[in-house]
């Protein structure tokens, strides 16, 4: 479903990315997880060109994203979700407004589907009430839920998630891992996660990567990585798991 191969990207001297691979199998869920700063975001958005990358292949659902023309580009980027860091709502939108935005701009629904479809999405992540509420009004983790059901309002066959717990608390970032769980049984995405939280990475990944120094240093299970005899790897473990 999503294949990489031999990706390069570098800004100017700085070399963020070098001979990537990875293979993700439809209906699975690959985390990439690595410190701050080492190019996790930087790999998503090369994956659907929000930042064009200088070489390799990337393979999503059969198509060579980097020989896409832009319109084709276009009507790919609309079967893939995309929950970036931040809540990413238009602020000056309601609730309502958010979640209707891609439908009315992408497809062909009455105004009467895509209010069922906006009330099915906001069951779903738990925040039917909140239907006219405005951004400014809702928490962090709130925030994050519309974001979720905003990117999946579409349907896609794909989710990208950028650091969906980053900047949330312990138990609303639990929250959070079990709506991505939930949304997975429902959907059967193929999912790219990155993120830096130990409890989401163990609960929602298929497989995990680690991108250290421009390279997945690692590729496997959660439990093959808990028990890397790695020295880096034990040593970020140590720190990533006691938070
Ligand atoms: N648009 C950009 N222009 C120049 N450098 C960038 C740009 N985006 C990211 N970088 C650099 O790429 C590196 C990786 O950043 P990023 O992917 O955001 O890290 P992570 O998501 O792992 O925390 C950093 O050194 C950052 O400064
Ligand atoms: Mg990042």
């Given at each position: 479903?999503?294949?990489?191969?031999?990706?390069?990207?570098?800004?100017?001297?700085?070399?963020?990315?070098?001979?990537?691979?990875?293979?993700?199998?439809?209906?699975?869920t690959?985390v990439v997880?690595?410190?701050?700063?080492?190019?996790?975001?930087?790999?998503l958005?090369?994956?659907?060109?929000?930042?064009?990358?200088?070489?390799?292949?990337?393979?999503?659902?059969?198509?060579?994203?980097?020989?896409?023309?832009?319109?084709?580009?276009?009507?790919?980027?609309?079967?893939?979700g995309f929950l970036f860091q931040?809540?990413?709502?238009?602020?000056?939108?309601?609730?309502?407004?958010?979640?209707?935005?891609?439908?009315?701009?992408?497809?062909?629904?009455?105004?009467?589907?895509?209010?069922?479809?906006?009330?099915?999405?906001?069951?779903?992540?738990?925040?039917?009430?909140?239907?006219?509420?405005?951004?400014?009004?809702?928490?962090?983790?709130?925030?994050?839920?519309?974001g979720l059901?905003?990117s999946?309002?579409?349907?896609?066959?794909?989710m990208l998630y950028d650091e969906p717990t980053?900047?949330?608390?312990?138990?609303?970032?639990?929250?959070i891992?079990?709506?991505i769980?939930?949304?997975?049984?429902?959907?059967?995405?193929?999912s790219i996660v990155v993120t830096?939280?130990?409890?989401c990475?163990?609960?929602v990944?298929?497989?995990?990567?680690?991108?250290?120094?421009?390279?997945?240093?690692?590729?496997?299970?959660?439990?093959?990585?808990?028990?890397?005899?790695?020295?880096?790897?034990?040593?970020?473990?140590?720190?990533?798991?006691?938070?």
């Amino acid at each position: 479903m999503i294949k990489v191969e031999n990706l390069h990207k570098k800004f100017e001297e700085n070399i963020v990315l070098e001979d990537l691979n990875l293979f993700v199998k439809e209906g699975e869920t690959e985390v990439v997880i690595g410190r701050s700063g080492i190019g996790k975001s930087v790999f998503l958005k090369c994956l659907v060109r929000l930042i064009e990358p200088d070489n390799g292949k990337i393979f999503i659902d059969d198509k060579h994203v980097l020989d896409l023309k832009l319109k084709e580009l276009n009507n790919l980027r609309k079967q893939i979700g995309f929950l970036f860091q931040g809540s990413a709502l238009y602020d000056s939108m309601s609730v309502e407004e958010n979640l209707s935005f891609p439908l009315k701009k992408h497809t062909e629904l009455s105004d009467g589907e895509i209010r069922d479809r906006t009330i099915e999405m906001l069951e779903m992540v738990g925040l039917v009430d909140a239907l006219k509420k405005m951004p400014a009004e809702l928490s962090g983790g709130m925030k994050k839920r519309i974001g979720l059901a905003r990117s999946l309002i579409l349907y896609p066959k794909i989710m990208l998630y950028d650091e969906p717990t980053t900047g949330l608390d312990p138990v609303t970032s639990k929250e959070i891992t079990r709506l991505i769980i939930k949304m997975q049984e429902r959907f059967k995405m193929t999912s790219i996660v990155v993120t830096h939280d130990m409890i989401c990475t163990m609960s929602v990944a298929d497989n995990i990567v680690m991108l250290e120094q421009r390279h997945f240093i690692f590729s496997g299970t959660a439990d093959e990585l808990m028990n890397s005899k790695d020295k880096f790897i034990i040593n970020f473990l140590s720190t990533h798991l006691e938070r």
